[in-house]
């Protein structure tokens, strides 16, 4: 689990709750105020997206909340063993070893080296994943941007909604109340589902398809590199300057064994 987001959100309605108070929450949960709010922007998502993007989406939620199972320094470890074990025993020599190696796209790279494919054939390959991958993250994170400003629009109608309510209903103390529930709920209901929930959701599909991204040109690069033959020290120092100042110092100190 991603640490940051579940103690994000958990914190998030910890201070929403004590905000509100617990003994006014009943006040909050409007069945009216809550379907026009979610109902209307979750509609015109639907309308703005084809269906399979629009469940695909929160099918994404997921990344946000797992944590990325590639890390870019054991990519790096694995790429460097794999190319020592080129420059001694050969190119075909890697074919034996893809069993042994976790990250999907590295095999399939190293697949393609190995199959005899030239440098061009193997970068446009992977390339075309790599672009497939971001355009899928990208959709996700439109959808979820394009509900960040739905949001806040259908608490506006909702507000509107109510206040023609109230103004209809003047002469009826009684019915001012519910009305006016509605005008200020929608509101807060449409702030509280853009900001809190899917601003934050399209910033983290967007952090984490720059982190897949990245990891992907690390491993093309490798894998061009162990394919053209070159040493392994070059490599490493090629494939560092893919790594942030954070994953080198983790580079360095398991290294150094500490």
């Known amino acids: 689990m991603d640490k940051a987001t579940i103690i994000g959100f958990f914190f998030g309605v910890a201070c929403m709750v004590y905000g509100i108070e617990i003994k006014n929450l009943p006040f909050f949960l409007d069945p009216i105020g809550i379907s026009l709010t979610i109902g209307g922007a979750t509609a015109s998502v639907m309308i703005s997206f084809t269906m399979e993007q629009f469940f695909d989406s929160f099918k994404m939620v997921g990344i946000c909340i797992k944590p990325t199972t590639e890390d870019p320094v054991e990519i790096l470890e694995q790429i460097l063993v794999l190319s020592e074990k080129s420059r001694r025993e050969g190119i075909l020599a890697l074919d034996k070893e893809l069993k042994n190696v976790k990250f999907p796209f590295l095999v399939k790279g190293l697949q393609l080296v190995v199959d005899g494919n ?3 054939t193997v970068k446009e390959v992977l390339n075309l994943e790599k672009d497939a991958m971001n355009e899928r993250h990208n959709t996700g994170k439109h959808i979820w941007e394009a509900l960040s400003e739905y949001y806040p629009a259908w608490g506006m109608i909702g507000t ?10 003047v002469s009826d103390p009684e019915a001012l109340g519910p009305a006016m529930a509605v005008a200020l709920l929608t509101t807060f209901f449409g702030a509280f589902g853009a900001f809190f929930i899917c601003v934050p959701i399209a910033y983290k599909l967007k952090m984490r398809a720059a982190q897949e991204l990245g990891t992907k040109e690390l491993i093309i690069v490798g894998i061009l590199a162990i394919q053209s033959g070159d040493n392994p020290r070059t490599i490493k120092e090629k494939l560092s300057g893919c790594l942030s100042p954070l994953e080198r110092q983790q580079l360095s100190k398991k290294e150094k064994g500490i």
Not at 162 to 169: A, E, K, N, S, V
């Open 118 to 120: 030239d440098a061009e």
């Open 160 to 169: 509107v909604v109510g206040l023609i309510q109230m103004l209809g209903q």
